[in-house]
């Protein structure tokens, strides 16, 4: 079984920001030159998070929206008393930092509306990055 391991610069511009990664995720598949196996994209960040879903800009919104409904930023959460990011970290907690794909005859599996997203929850960083590794044959 061959690994091979990338790790891809983000920088994001806003606190909440959808950053559509798929082009760098599916060129790191070919510079693997693994034909056959898995593809996981890691996000080593407490406060980011990777989804797969369509790039549409009025969901891109929608789906920003949604989370800071759920993760509510303006509450006083204990963790801000030490670092004013509490609503980053909880929407890192529940949409998970990794996403995992298919690899198949050389390509990255994925459906027609699943472009891949670092969720940016607690923007601006110059300094965010996706590690893709790619595990197979
Ligand atoms: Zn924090």
């Given at each position: 079984?061959?690994?091979?391991?990338?790790?891809?610069?983000v920088?994001?511009?806003?606190?909440?920001?959808?950053?559509?990664?798929?082009?760098k995720?599916?060129?790191?598949?070919?510079?693997?030159?693994?034909r056959?196996g898995?593809?996981?994209?890691?996000?080593?960040?407490?406060?980011?998070?990777?989804?797969?879903?369509?790039?549409?800009?009025?969901?891109?919104?929608?789906?920003?929206?949604?989370?800071?409904?759920?993760?509510?930023?303006?509450?006083?959460?204990?963790?801000?008393?030490?670092?004013?990011?509490?609503?980053?970290?909880l929407?890192?907690?529940?949409?998970?930092?990794?996403r995992v794909?298919?690899?198949?005859?050389?390509?990255?599996?994925?459906?027609?509306w699943?472009?891949?997203?670092?969720?940016?929850?607690?923007?601006?960083?110059?300094?965010?990055?996706?590690?893709?590794?790619?595990?197979?044959?």
């Amino acid at each position: 079984m061959k690994v091979y391991f990338e790790e891809i610069p983000v920088s994001t511009n806003k606190r909440f920001e959808l950053i559509d990664i798929t082009d760098k995720v599916e060129e790191a598949v070919r510079n693997s030159n693994i034909r056959n196996g898995i593809c996981l994209v890691f996000a080593p960040h407490a406060t980011a998070a990777i989804v797969a879903n369509e790039h549409e800009r009025g969901l891109m919104e929608d789906i920003l929206t949604k989370i800071q409904e759920i993760v509510q930023p303006e509450r006083n959460w204990k963790h801000n008393l030490i670092d004013d990011n509490a609503h980053a970290h909880l929407g890192g907690a529940l949409i998970g930092a990794d996403r995992v794909f298919p690899v198949k005859d050389g390509e990255l599996v994925r459906g027609t509306w699943q472009n891949i997203f670092l969720v940016e929850m607690d923007g601006p960083r110059s300094r965010r990055h996706v590690i893709v590794e790619v595990l197979g044959e």
